[in-house]
Nanobody, 126 residues
C-alpha cells in the first residue's frame, strides 16, 4: 500500500487547510489511522489518530483546531486544520495501520503492515 499526503501549502495565521491521504489500494477498513508532523528541528509527533471504531485522539496542541476523519476507500484519512498558527508549520504525514484492502481481482487482503505517506508541507506565515 502506498500513501500520498496532499493539501499542504502556504497559509496565513488563522487560516484553514484540509489534508488528504490518497491510497494506491482500495482500503475498506483499517485498525488505526493517523496524522503526524515533523517541524523543523523537531521530532515527528502524532497530531491526531482515529481507530476503526471511530475513536479519535488528538495532541494537546491540536485539540479544538484539528479534526481527523475517515474518508472513502481511496482517501482513508483526512485532517481538517483550522485557526492555523505559525507553530503548526511542519511536514505532515498520514499513516494507516493494518489496512484491509481490495485487490484489482476483488480479493480482500488483511494486511498487518503499517504504512506512511510521503509528507505534505504546511507553512503558516504572514
Amino acid at each position: 500500500v502506498q500513501l500520498q499526503a496532499s493539501g499542504g501549502g502556504l497559509v496565513q495565521p488563522g487560516g484553514s487547510l484540509r489534508l488528504s491521504c490518497t491510497a494506491s489500494k482500495t482500503i475498506l477498513n483499517f485498525v488505526s489511522g493517523g496524522w503526524y508532523r515533523r517541524a523543523p528541528g523537531k521530532e515527528r509527533e502524532l497530531v491526531a489518530s482515529i481507530s476503526s471504531g471511530g475513536y479519535r485522539n488528538y495532541a494537546d496542541s491540536a485539540n479544538g483546531r484539528f479534526t481527523i476523519s475517515r474518508g472513502d476507500a481511496k482517501n482513508p484519512v483526512n485532517l481538517q486544520i483550522n485557526s492555523l498558527k505559525p507553530e503548526d508549520t511542519a511536514v505532515y504525514y498520514c499513516n494507516v495501520g493494518k489496512p484491509t484492502y481490495q485487490t484489482d481481482r476483488g480479493d480482500l487482503v488483511a494486511d498487518g503492515g503499517d504504512y506512511w505517506g510521503q509528507g505534505t508541507k504546511v507553512t503558516v506565515s504572514s
